[in-house]
């Protein structure tokens, strides 16, 4: 039981600002390149936040993320090398991303890691450097990516029952994820977030234990809703919707709701007394798109702009293929700038085409 983790409290503080750094561009822009302006959709949305997936493969197998036949991996040489990440960071950085998020499939699994998040870190006007991780190799690592610059960690969890994390992994490693959050939370600095996608007959009778974390750590606990990708066997009967969590949670806890920012992705509450918080990410029911501002890079080097949607553009063909920055802005400024207001809705995403999402990065 989550009772019996001892999880330590954590302090909360402000991300600290990357050091300066030059940039080493030299590139000027007119007022038709302006920062609004490149990465800003046709809605007036501006996009300052960054999620890289820096591999696609994973130490697990979650069932709502890898088809259970598995997949056909790119191929090494295509994906994405450090030098490219850290370039394409810099740029986007330098046209008002302030917030960069790392992740994969699993990111810990990159040999490089550790110097990618030191690059990364050091870009001048980057704010928040984060990674999303299901924590199996956090342990050994936090350290040296704190030392990075890394401030923020969304650990994966779904079940705190041993047999059940067996069954939706396909793998074992229970012990090694909850030593990895209790580990996160000793660390000063550091932000610490508990991402469990919920799905009927599963585990949604384990809500209120994992709201149980945050009596006495400053831990977000985050719900999900039960989305649709490629290969994941989506099915409505088995999503359990934001006001069926609520729900299941006032059985046992009163929430009162939290002021979130307009391009938060999780309606936050506390249970009152509590260190920590609760939060729910209503992509199906009750989505988020009127204040996105969030974009992706595959692991491939393709740039999303939207979660749901299938079109891509390859910035990895671009750079490999000798383009230059301001080749790279134009292109991304037009990609930006057809992102849609919304996505598709929830029935209609689980018949559109779409990546699995191991291969799109969380």
């Known amino acids: 039981m989550i009772h019996e983790l001892t999880l330590l409290p954590q302090t909360r503080r402000a991300p600290a600002v990357a050091k300066e750094v030059p940039h080493g561009f030299g590139l000027r822009y007119d007022s038709a390149h302006s920062h609004a302006h490149v990465l800003s959709d046709g809605f007036g949305r501006q996009h300052t936040y960054l999620r890289i997936a820096l591999v696609e493969r994973c130490n697990l197998r979650c069932r709502y993320c890898m088809p259970e036949e598995g997949l056909d991996w790119t191929p090494q040489d295509r994906l994405l090398t450090a030098p490219e990440i850290i370039r394409l960071a810099r740029l986007f950085v330098n046209q008002g991303v302030t917030k960069i998020r790392l992740t994969g499939g699993e ?34 690592k936090l350290d040296r990516l704190r030392a990075a610059g890394v401030r923020g960690y969304n650990i994966s969890l779904d079940t705190l029952r041993a047999d059940r994390f067996e069954e939706v992994t396909r793998r074992r490693g229970l012990p090694l994820v909850l030593g990895a959050i209790r580990q996160a939370l000793r660390t000063p600095g550091v932000v610490t977030k508990v991402n469990c996608v919920v799905m009927r007959g599963f585990n949604e009778d384990e809500l209120a234990e994992f709201v149980a974390m945050t009596r006495d750590a400053s ?36 929430l009162e709701r939290l002021l979130d920012q307009p391009d938060a992705v999780s309606k936050t509450y506390r249970v009152p007394g509590f260190r920590g918080t609760v939060g729910f990410i209503t992509s199906m029911t009750d989505n988020f798109c009127e204040g996105c501002n969030r974009l992706r890079i595959t692991a491939d080097g393709n740039l999303k702009v939207c979660l749901f949607g299938s079109a891509e553009v390859s910035l990895r063909d671009l750079m490999r293929g000798g383009a230059a920055d301001e ?36």
């Open 327 to 362: 080749t790279l802005l134009q292109v991304i400024s037009r990609a930006v700038g057809r992102k849609r207001a919304r996505h598709a809705g929830m029935h209609n995403l689980a018949t559109m085409a779409n990546r699995p999402m191991i291969m799109i990065g969380g």
């Open 107 to 140: 990111p810990l699994l990159r040999a490089d890691i550790v110097e990618i998040a030191q690059a990364l870190g050091g870009i001048s006007g980057l704010r928040t450097l984060a990674i999303t991780t299901n924590g199996l190799l956090l342990g050994k």
């Open 219 to 254: 831990v977000e606990v985050r719900f999900l809703e039960f989305m649709p990708f490629d290969g994941n066997r989506w099915d409505a009967r088995r999503m359990v919707s934001y006001q069926q969590m609520l729900a299941l949670v006032r059985r046992f806890y009163p």
